[in-house]
């Protein structure tokens, strides 16, 4: 179909606007060729007359059916021009507030201006293994299909965000590498990924600033390069830039700012670490306040420094490195505000004082005269000499200025270097992906050199983008087998020829750069002159300053002042030799001179076309020339790579949030290439629908013969072929059928024609339907007035006024006798309603006062009970007070012994060291005497000496001996030092033995206290028995006085005796006399029940005799008369009494009566009946308060014995508490090993009276028996019997009283025993080692003692359990279901070299589907139980350990070893569970014994407390829970969406739409599996059939099967929020039939209690939001009312994704979306828009008791357990 034959009535076009550049009209009138004008009406009503030309190409373009606007992918469109697109984006963008657009292979994305919820780390992987075009656009889908790509192919990927300044470029690119961070975590140390996103913020600070378009404008080329390994996850990052505008550093336009690193230094000035600095306000500073705005709204520089500085840190940035950066940076700051002075026209001069220069020398390291010199100066190098040369003010700013950009682009360029050293990581490089954040397309009312390099930089990137495009078109049409033709595209090549050829702008500009006098008017005049000829260069025509180059996105008027020095770059060497000289050493390392390295690339790859060589040497210095240089490097990095495309758009320049500007968006559309796609797409054929979406969706326009052909691929060929004759228009492909434009907006308006077709029909006959009904209601109607009107006419005709008063005297005659009636019978129900409550009322009465009685007794008892235990309470506490007493004197007389020891080890060293000193006085006395007893020998050669040394000699000598003397007191007095202190010594010894001798008699009496008070609990005990025997001789009395007058009512009762006596002959045991009572209180029930029967009956007969009666007045009196006589008569009257009144009625009535007898019969048979009703209730009355009193007699005495035997077994027990008590108290004294031998005596007596209690035991049994049978014969033999088994118990009371005072006799003995041995052991040794033995002696053995008392106690814990079961009655063994094998004590014996085997074959190589089918469900867990049971019967510790170890190990292992079988998961989850259960269950403790047998308690744990192993397995279940829902989530979750969303449950509901280029893969329709509803429920019945095959706990089904459901609502209720495709009425009913279809799937397998269907609400609601009415206020209250699941987001993201499949459908308009979120305002809730997937409920382990008999279980033969043995 020809393009013009569309030009129809009503059909809608485009046509220029000059304000909204296009604009809406309807066609009036059908077009023609030839015609000259095309009527139309605007959307405001107005009529407008289109000129035309001749021929068709100058017809507006065609607007797109309704059903098409708003699609995901412009592609998607059937009318591919400028204005569909633009609005299209902005429906999308406006009324739908979504931001992302396909537009074939470019993501377009429209900068909001505001914080939207859509890139949360739950978005990131709902996006995660998603194929391109699955959910709605994001960015996030197009890093997915990069990394999908790197991944599948093994190449390189590149995505380039392209855009104008404030499009969101920048956030776009954070937001990939935030992706790949996300889904590619490394898992190593060195968090690689999160150190490229923490390079972000540097770059920024450093490379962004504010301009009058963008806050945060990126003033930097940036290329990232991130590195993946062989498993693809990040291993590093690198990072290239390309031409930061350095000219922001020293000039920025009004309202702009510098860079954000200087203003953040400001704001942080008042630091400690910036005091250095000497920064001030950022107004104060030259460079930073040139704009006037210093502050951006909204931004916190401060804040934003802080984290900086963090991002430092975390990239291993050192403080150091930080703080040189900071000090360049503050002395950019302070160079900007020296002050240049001019001093005449030709020279100018710095001040060395000048404040601001000493801080900048200060910071850098430099020399302030050689900077106030040649700041001012220049050095000119001639031939023979060098001149230096003042130059002028303006020259010396300029090169102040040149030195701060080259200072910060060299300070730029090491961050980035140093960044790149940070994220480089060991590692080879498998393959990268590269985000390239370039500036887009400019143009402003000044450009100059930098918008010249950006827009170059632009032409290279379209004519890449433009080859790509064209090649995948090409691949896409060989791909589906279609004849290729040649395009007409694009191609810019000329314009960059015209920049970077020879003879070029860029050749011209570095030519000119090299004269010294170059000018920018020579270069210009150069251009002219060279590129005059060039259409794609033009001359303006009111300028001589500029020229004009024709780009591929519009026409740029270049400014050329200053193209030549931003193109030099120039900087003074003078400067740059001071700046080297400096002794900063960072920078001095940027002005270092550079060695020329060759540079070497790891990618060699052919250009698009072959570079320009430049002409010199010399002009790769230029920045044009570097700029090229590293744009060539760059393409062919593109080149490498598959790229993706990211277009930035910007929709107004105000910054409003969901604003949208068409002059500004169209203008972009054009630069960024947009335009281009859509116009090389149109060209072709631009609609690509799949041949299952056409056949979904234009089944309607098939034929039945066409519906029946199977192929669907033919039916479709079929269908064109009939619809659209022209071949051309169509092609078919291998998967895909191609239409040319507007082909199928042809189809649409047929589908549409059709359906209004069937519409009509349908309410064509709807109407008449509707009006048959009306008409056929109408007349039923009339039919029915005609009845009631002929009627009333025929009821006039035939009535008479005599009929009427007849009848209304007949119905008054009537209303009198009636009344007369009811009332006489009323008055004889009055009389016996009185008396039946007189009775009642007495009855009730006596009982209150029984029970009071009895409420007195109970209190009675309570008192004396209360006071015995508070007693008892009292004596414990004080033996425990005086218990720790002794234990703290002990332990402060060790104390004092310890001290004193230390005392004497003191004064002996003490004593050691003066007999040393004596000694050396001694051998100094011997040595004097040698030396006189010498000079004796020589005193004959020595004469004449003699008497000169006479006098010196006596002299020594008297001195000697008076030493001596001396040192002999000395002696004594030491030796009476040592004398005193052993006395003393002594002293203390002796005290500190009588002081044990008291302690020990204190003890002696405290035990005497203790068996003073046993003595007199034995005598209260005593008391309590005559008590007792003489309150059993009370009821004996009370017995016999209750047989006496059994035996006077015999005969009264003895119907009731009969019942009693066959009851009572199948009673066998005691506890069953309880519901033989209940059974005799049964049968009186409905004795009374009888009774009211018969009662009723009576008062039956009484009605008909008195209806009978009712004829004659005389019987009526003689009835009143009767009738009082029971009134005047009391209960108990008498037959004869009755007969009385009988006569005298009768001789009245013989007296007026003509037929005496038979009137006197009548009155007899109505006066007898009554009167042999209350006799007889009378007596029953009786008989039934006597047998309820002997019932409460008999009960309350049952009762009370039972209590007596509680009592007396509570007595026993605190008795032998008491015994342990003393037992522990006489241990802790006992010093001496003879005790053992007399507790092994205690022990074997202990056995013997376990033997006894057993032989009593059977006797008790067979007299309870024959007490049975004699119950059987009789019920007061019951009661004797009852009192006989009360002795029994009162003697084994005795029996063990005996015993008791047995061992306590014993207890003595060994005590006596110990105080003998105590004074022997006193009476030896000396105190100091006396002392030291006996407390070591007495620590060993109270050590020794109580782990043998602990064995005791643990023995008489046992024997009292057995003493315990053996009381029991004997019900519980007669009720048990089956026999309990005597063999078997559910118990397994192995060895402990058996223990690996045991684990290997019950653990590890157990399989759920091998020899696990056949067996019990539990098995394995029993049988480990079993073991842990055995282990813990021989009291090995040891043993028990390490098999709970082992078992917790091998378990653990299994699950390790099987993360992803779910049935091995299930399977021990179950069993894990079991064997906590029996852990609970045969603990032993209270809680967990209610529900067991006696069996079962009597297989309990004895010796060991497993409540920590407990806790182990708790959380072994819980970590295998969650391995369990893990792997039910990765087999569930990939057919949640195709089976809840996708799976049309309701066949022809809906129908698919076209999804553009962005399509899913072929495969998806044909070689995927196809997942349904069905599917859903099957692997639902899987899960649950394993699990309940495995024996898990119901209540921990419904939990696994709630977690599922809430999965199956959180996973499709995401997709619905991205996916727009699915927002429609149609899908809400797809969805809510399937939610049906898993309700009912939970009723079958009996599951409606498990909370499931409640985690579907948000999904349930969600749907029924697709369904409800959108429209008025009233829509809105309803939809805040009812969706209380889902959060405001999720309700405002639905409404703006409504998407209509068809034209009946109308959009959600805005204003409709705008109430509904006011109304959602105060709602309180997540702001998050999506749902948390990984969200677990709290798992609960149910304890339920196993009623499982552990000595029945079997050890099957296929576990291979031959070394266990069954105990």
Known sequence: MALSELYTQYNRVWIPDPENVWQSAEILKNFSPGDKILELQREDGSELHYPLDSGSAQLPPLRNPDILVGENDLTALSYLHEPAVLHNLRVRFVESKIIYTYCGIILVAVNPYKQLPIYGDAVIHAYSGQNMGDLDPHIYAVAEEAYKQMARNNKNQSIIVSGESGAGKTVSARYTMRYFAMVSKSGSKTRVEDKVLASNPITEAIGNAKTTRNDNSSRFGKYTEISFDRRYQIIGANMRTYLLEKSRVVFQAENERNYHIFYQMCACADLPEFKALRL??????????????????????????????????????KEDFQFDVFKVLAAILHLGNVTIKTLNPEKCSVSSSDPHLSVLCELL?????????????????????????????????????????????HLFNCVIQRINTALKVPGKQHSFIGVLDIYGFETFDVNSFEQFCINYANEKLQQQFNLHVFKLEQEEYMKEDIPWTLIDFYDNQPVIDLIEAKMGVLDLLDEECLFPQGTDHNWLQKLYNYLGENPMFEKPRLSSEAFVIQHFADKVEYQCKGFLEKNRDTLYEELV????????HLLAEFFQEEEQIPATKGIKVRPARPGVKPASKQ??????DKFRSSLYLLMETLNATTPHYVRCIKPNEEKLPFEYDSKRVVQQLRACGVLETIRISAQSYPSRWTYIEFY???????????????????????VLQRLIPDLNQYKFGRTKIFFRAGQVAYLEKLRLDKLRGACVTIQKHVRGWSQRRKFLLMREAAITIQQYVRGKRQIRQMITAAALKQAWAAVVIQRHCRGFLVRRIYQLVLVATVTIQAFIRGWIARKRYKKLVAERKALILQKYARAWLVRRRFSAMRRLVLNVQLSYRVQQLRKKVEEQGKENRGLMERLTGLANAHAQGQERVHTLEQELSKSASEKDSLEKQEKLNKQKSEAVISELRARIEALLQEKNTMEKKVIDSANELKDNFDEIRRKLQDDLEREARLRKVAENNLEIHKEDLDKEIEALKEENKRLREDKIRLHTQIEEESQVKSDLQEQVTQLTKHVKVIPELRKDLHIITTQKDEQDRKIREQTHQAKVKIGTLTRQLLGDQIEEEILSGLAESPENNDTDGSLLSAFDGLQKATRSDSLSCSTPLGLSSVTIKWYLLPCSFRVMEAHLREQKDHYNSQLEAKTFKMDHLQNENEQLQKLFQEKSNITDGIRIEVARLTAENMVIPELKQQISELQRLKQELEVQHQEQAIEVKEQMEAISSKLQSNLEEEICHRRLLEQQKDDNSRQKDELLRKLEELEEEHQQLKKQNQAEGEAKSKLRQEASRLTAENMDFEEQLDMKERLIKKLQSQIKALQAPEKASQNAAPAIPKDYLGMLEYKREDESRLIQNIIMDMKPRGVVVNMIPGLAAYLLFMCIRHADYLNDEVKLKSLMHGIIAGVKKVIMNHQEDFEVLSFWLSNTHHLLNCLKQYSGEEEFMKHNSPRQNKNCLQNFDLSEHRQIFSDLAIKIYNQFITCLEKNFTPMIVPGILEHESLQGISSMKPTGFRKRSNSVYEDMEVYTISSITEQLTGFHSTMSQHGMDPELIRQVIRQQFYLVGAVTLNSILLRKDTCSCRKGMQIRCNISYLEEWLKEQGLQGSSAMDTLKPLTQAAWLLQVNKTTDEDAMEIKDKCTELSPVQIVKILNSYTPIDDFEKRVAPSFVRKVQALLQDREGSSQLMADTEYRFQVTFPFNPSNQALELLQVPASLRLPFVTRI
């Open 696 to 718: 979904s969706r234009y089944s309607i326009l098939m034929a039945l013969s066409e519906l029946g052909i199977n192929d669907k691929k033919q039916t479709c060929r079929t």
């Open 280 to 317: 001030v306000s950022a107004d104060k500073f030259h460079y930073a306040g040139m704009g006037g705005g210093i502050e951006i709204e909204g931004v916190d520089d401060r804040a934003d420094m802080a984290e900086t500085r963090k991002t430092f840190i975390k990239l291993g940035l």
């Open 577 to 584: 030799d001071i700046l080297r000289a400096s002794k900063f």
């Open 619 to 624: 002009l790769r210095t230029t920045v044009g």
């Open 365 to 409: 390291s430099i020399n302030a005269e050689s900077v106030c010199r040649w700041l001012c100066h220049r050095q000119i190098v001639l031939v023979a000499e060098t001149v230096v040369k003042p130059v002028p003010k303006e020259r010396a700013v300029n090169a102040r200025d040149a030195l701060a950009k080259h200072i910060y682009a």
